[in-house]
């Protein structure tokens, strides 16, 4: 490490259940997998976008798929929503593609669409991330 700088610690995952609720009616909408499964969901995770790249899977479902996993794993009690965005441009940024943006215009349309994913319907989901994907590549090259 550069002189003057500590290491920094990981944060740790969660170590209790959590669960997610609608923030208006407080109704739960999903509760995430146990605390003790979460190191080995993570590592599955990992090792599956590892693996995910010598597949015949387009970029931007790969980091759709990644994204949806990561919030689905819920592994941290805070935060989980905005590092599953994270790893979605991180991946789409690894990979040539710009970086894309969920407005806040559609936070209701992306939560409802993780709902519908939790339930097991995903095409809505991967629907939305390509649609979002589309929209940052067709800004990026302006009016035709």
């Known amino acids: 490490m550069a002189e003057g ?6 944060s740790a995952y969660r170590d209790g259940q959590n669960v997610i609720r609608d923030s ?3 109704r739960i909408v999903y509760m995430p997998p146990e605390a003790k499964d979460v190191p080995a969901l993570m590592k599955a995770l990992v090792a599956w976008l590892a693996s995910s790249e010598r597949q015949d899977l387009p970029c931007p479902l790969r980091a759709g798929i990644a994204h949806y996993q990561f ?3 819920h592994p941290y009690y805070d935060g989980n929503g ?3 965005r994270l790893l979605l441009n991180y991946h789409l940024l690894r990979h040539g ?8 215009e559609q936070r ?3 939560l409802a669409v993780l709902e519908e994913a939790n339930a ?3 095409v809505p989901f991967a ?4 649609q979002c994907v589309e929209r940052s590549i067709l800004r990026i090259l302006g009016p035709a």
């Open 97 to 104: 593609y710009p970086l894309t943006i969920i407005e806040v």
């Open 120 to 122: 097991g319907r995903l």
């Open 71 to 73: 919030a689905t794993i």
């Open 82 to 84: 905005r590092t599953a």
């Open 108 to 110: 209701s349309e992306y």
């Open 127 to 130: 629907t939305f991330i390509l």
């Open 5 to 10: 700088r500590t290491r920094v610690k990981p």
């Open 24 to 26: 208006a009616s407080q």
